[in-house]
């Protein structure tokens, strides 16, 4: 995931009676957060000056009698609410990584107030008549193509908020979205008590069958620290309960800890999230009609390389029936490997990543448990910096010397020669407090505008902590994930552009993951592998045949990986087609879904709805750019291996200036084709995922 959604308005009367960190100036180097001072108390006195400070600028901007002009109305608005935007960056990251009920009551209480500041800003008819003014004889202004993109954007979030409408539409949409942000703050505060309230203890030898040591290691730790020290534990975070599934022998409890993953949100009472969802949906589908389009998805297609729901479903369907029907070989195969075991059940949804571990071992000769141990954490973070060194000329030194929110967070100043070029942060471990998944989320956004501000970007995992004194290491998976959130830290460090609403990873949606996705390339290339995976006991490097092993196995399960996600990607688009003011029976209408497009029924959806975070924020009816952006990673590495060198400095160039450098400053499609000279086809990401039928054999 990129940026993780923010919720955004209740006024409430708190005077700032004594100095509050928050709304001072930071002198900290770089203007870190003054974290170890700053009091949870002091978040809505803060919010309640930022506000206002903000609704000052916009006044200002208002009060303006000259003509208008790029500079009077654009770059003031780019300007304005910069102390909102710093305390924003601070309260969000600490609620989305360490939260408690104090931080909760705050989120649920803002959530209201940023829908209506913003819609206060946005829906001003003076704003944007002056905008339109700006837009309709923009060929005299002699805009940059940076400044055309700035006053196109600003002219659809006026538009998009409501600003052309009558004033019953606009008052009405107002309301929408001030409940939208309720529901979405409620939403991703259930799913996260639903999360914490799971622990699968085991306690025992029996308990622990087929768990391989590392995996025990990190079941230790993560009982240890809820509680239960001695014993082991299994939580819903995806690197705990992933490897239990593949590993555990006992089939009774990889039944029990899979219905509690896949029923988080759904588990009626208090947190359940179905009502929520429902709600949001038909609020979505009101909003569209308010603004003339056909559905929600249309709406939220708009800014997009994709553009319609139609242009989605295409690329979905074709990649759907490939990979149906290698999911189906694959599971027949799984199938015979219970009847060998002497068993003679069905396979089952739980089942499926067990008996594909085994497969993948009689097959492949490849386990998850013997890549581990040379899958340490601090190298996997040593080979995304290296990586970076080579293809971006940059530089990666830990600083001690800087606040940090968490003791565990990490921090590193980035350089290019003497040049520095920003900070990133890492955030590595799962704790109870922490939402979970993966994300990439910005403190400061690089610009220009206002001064020479660099960028602060922060990557959010949810590793298994090992054992004190031992190393966390990481499946192949988990090391995936870091390459693919650091891609996106890059996306937001290497930004070079002068307007902030256009830095770093504010591009269309389906563009967003392409250097994220693009990067993960990089791990498994055995010039990477082979320095920085090394045995954490023996300090040797990876076996060269068991990269050869890890390379044939490449395309394994991938019928389950991409069934598994579009499944979700297409339940996601037909929520948002589907244009039901009246709201919807989730779980009726994903078994319809699912029904259509004949599902398998060993198979479960990545996300499913009740729990699906990436659709209550940015990512509605956008689950699919995954895909879409995955089309252009897969035609963008292999540019790289047809120039025979996966570091080549023209390529990394191109690839820098184009598209990790360019923010939003130009149309995707353009950046994409400046890279790499024309538009990719679907082919290369078919033969990335091994499901072009010339090379199905295993
Ligand atoms: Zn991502």
């Not at 060269?544 to 499944?567: C, D, H, I, M």
């Not at 979700?568 to 919807?584: K, M, N, R, Y």
């Not at 200036?657 to 353009?670: E, F, M, N, T, W």
Request: with cysteine; glycine share 6%.
């Amino acid at each position: 995931m990129a940026q993780r959604a923010k919720s955004g308005d209740k006024r409430r009367k708190c005077k700032l009676s004594t100095p509050n960190p928050l709304a001072e100036t930071w002198t900290s180097p770089f203007e870190m957060p003054p974290f170890e001072r700053i009091k949870v108390a002091e978040f809505l006195p803060a919010f309640d000056k930022g506000f206002a400070q903000h609704r000052r600028e916009i006044a200002a901007v208002l009060r303006n009698r000259q003509p208008a002009t790029f500079a009077n109305v654009i770059d003031a608005l780019e300007r304005s609410g910069d102390l909102l935007n710093r305390i924003s960056a601070v309260f969000f990251n600490l609620a989305a990584t360490d939260t408690n009920e104090e931080i909760q009551a705050i989120e649920r209480a803002l959530a209201p107030r940023f829908a209506r500041h913003r819609m206060r800003i946005y829906q001003n008819t003076t704003l944007l008549g002056r905008v339109r003014g700006l837009l309709k004889t923009r060929r005299r202004l002699k805009l940059s193509k940076e400044q055309a993109c700035v006053l196109e954007r600003y002219h659809r979030a006026f538009i998009n908020a409501g600003a052309g409408l009558p004033p019953k539409a606009r008052k009405r949409m107002a309301a929408i979205a001030a409940r939208m942000s309720v529901l979405g703050t409620h939403f991703s505060q259930n799913l996260l008590a639903d999360e914490q309230a799971f622990v699968l203890v085991l306690d025992g030898e029996a308990d622990l069958a087929g768990l391989p040591e590392p995996i025990r290691a990190a079941a230790a730790q993560t009982a240890a620290e809820r509680g239960h020290k001695g014993k082991h534990a299994i939580t819903l975070q995806r690197s705990s309960i992933e490897p239990f599934l593949q590993y555990s022998a006992r089939r009774d409890l990889r039944e029990k800890a899979f219905n509690a993953w896949i029923t988080r949100g759904a588990k009626g009472g208090r947190t359940d999230n179905r009502k929520i969802v429902a709600e949001v949906l038909a609020l979505r589908a009101e909003r569209a009609k308010l603004l003339g389009f056909k559905t929600a998805a249309h709406f939220a297609l708009e800014f997009s390389m994709a553009k319609t729901p139609t242009s989605v479903r295409k690329l979905l369907m074709e990649v759907w029936g490939p990979a149906r029907t290698r999911a189906g070989e694959e599971r027949n195969q799984l199938q015979q490997c219970v009847q060998a075991e002497g068993s003679n059940f069905e396979l089952a949804p739980w089942d499926w990543r067990y008996y594909a571990e085994k497969v993948r071992k009689a097959h492949f000769a490849v386990d998850d448990g013997e890549i581990k141990p040379f899958l340490q954490l601090d190298s996997v973070i040593a080979a995304a910096f290296d990586v970076a060194g080579k293809l971006f000329d940059l530089t990666f030194a830990e600083r001690k010397d800087l606040p940090v929110y968490h003791p565990e967070v990490r921090i590193f100043e980035v350089k290019r020669g003497e040049r520095h070029v920003g900070l990133f942060l890492g955030d590595y471990f799962a704790r109870p407090s922490k939402h979970s998944g993966a994300w990439m989320s910005s403190w400061r956004k690089q610009q220009r505008l206002t001064g020479d501000i660099t960028p602060i970007v922060v990557n959010v995992m949810n590793f298994a902590k090992g054992r004190p004194g031992e190393p966390t290491l990481l499946s192949l998976d988990d090391a995936r994930t870091l390459f693919h959130e650091f891609g996106h830290g890059l996306h937001g460090l290497l930004s070079n552009v002068t307007y902030p609403s256009v830095s770093g990873t504010s591009v269309e949606k389906d563009f967003v993951e392409l250097p994220s996705q693009l990067y993960e390339h990089w791990l498994t290339r055995h010039e990477v592998l082979s320095r920085f995976a090394r045995h954490y006991k023996t300090g040797k490097s990876m076996p060269p045949e068991l990269l050869k092993r890890l390379e044939s196995a490449r395309n394994f399960n991938q019928g389950f990986k991409t069934v598994e996600y579009l499944a979700a990607a297409i339940v996601d688009l037909d929520l948002h087609v589907h244009g039901d003011a009246e709201g919807i029976d989730v779980d009726g209408f994903e078994r319809e879904v699912l029904k259509r497009i004949d599902m398998p029924s060993e198979i479960v959806m990545r996300h499913r709805i009740p729990h699906f975070q990436h659709i209550m924020g940015g990512y509605a009816a956008g689950y699919y750019s995954y895909l879409w952006s995955e089309v252009m990673d897969a035609d963008a590495f292999q540019a790289f291996e047809e120039s025979g060198h996966i570091f080549d400095a023209k390529l990394a160039r191109r690839l820098h200036d184009h598209i990790y450098a360019a923010g939003g400053s130009r149309a995707a499609v353009d950046a994409y084709i400046a890279f790499r000279g024309r538009l990719p086809s679907t082919q290369a990401l078919l033969k990335k995922r091994g499901l072009v039928a010339s090379t199905t054999a295993r």
